[in-house]
């Protein structure tokens, strides 16, 4: 029902995809922390897992798609304290918590109202996160689209990193798995949770830069 409900929202044109998911997401937000992120001992055992696959680089420029109220942002402010840190969600209203969760670091964190099929910026990420969000996408195309959106943010050497319940993740990682912009370099499957996922990690040809310039 659910994942009928949002694939039926992507036959609309990307801009009316767009103003609802944000609506939609407004709404859902309409209480604090509406998936528990902050509290589930599931989702703190993610996390952790997640970020215990990263390749162990200085990561200096960050961006998180889909960050909700910034549960995950904060986590990677502490990991890496030298690092400039974006977070893009749809829904405002998520927003502004995380901005409150992360205000002791707002020195080095943007939280950026933004569609990841529409979300353009200058910038190129050393480390591109995007969790537990693809499937509102809908269907392939949006899919396809997302997945080109999140590997063209990378730096050279930058790395991506998608997390989504198991085995779903074979669907929703389907295009960055299959493209030519990024290689695979690690994947963890923990079938053990009571929600299995994936957290599936890629990197970008060429050199990484040195820390300068970020
Ligand atoms: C289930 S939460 C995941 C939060 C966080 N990534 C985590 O794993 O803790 C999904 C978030 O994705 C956001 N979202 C959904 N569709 C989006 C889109 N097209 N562009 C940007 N954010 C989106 C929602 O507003 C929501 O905050």
Not at 99 to 108: M, S
Request: charged residues 25%; proline residues 5%.
């Amino acid at each position: 029902m659910h994942r009928t409900f949002f694939r039926t929202l992507s036959l609309l044109s990307s801009r009316g995809q767009g103003t609802l998911l944000r609506r939609y997401f407004d709404w859902w937000h309409r209480r604090p922390d509406p998936w528990n992120m902050g509290t589930d001992a599931y989702e703190q055992g993610k996390y952790a897992a997640t970020l215990a696959q990263l390749p162990d680089h200085p990561y200096r420029r960050i961006l998180e798609v889909g960050c909700s109220e910034g549960v995950f942002t904060e986590l990677l402010v502490k990991a890496y304290p030298d690092a400039h840190i974006t977070g893009v969600d749809i829904s405002e209203r998520a927003l502004r918590r995380a901005r409150e969760r992360v205000a002791e670091a707002a020195d080095r964190t943007m939280l950026l109202s933004a569609d990841l099929l529409t979300f353009t910026t200058e910038h190129r990420y050393d480390l591109v996160f995007c969790s537990e969000t693809l499937y509102y996408l809908g269907r392939r195309d949006r899919l396809r689209l997302a997945s080109a959106r999140l590997t063209g943010l990378l730096a050279p050497g930058g790395v991506l990193v998608l997390v989504h319940p198991w085995p779903e993740a074979r669907r929703l990682h389907h295009f960055v798995d299959s493209g030519r912009a990024v290689s695979r370099i690690g994947e963890l499957v923990e079938t053990s949770a009571h929600r299995p996922f994936s957290v599936s990690v890629y990197q970008a040809p060429g050199r990484r830069e040195g820390s300068a310039g970020f």
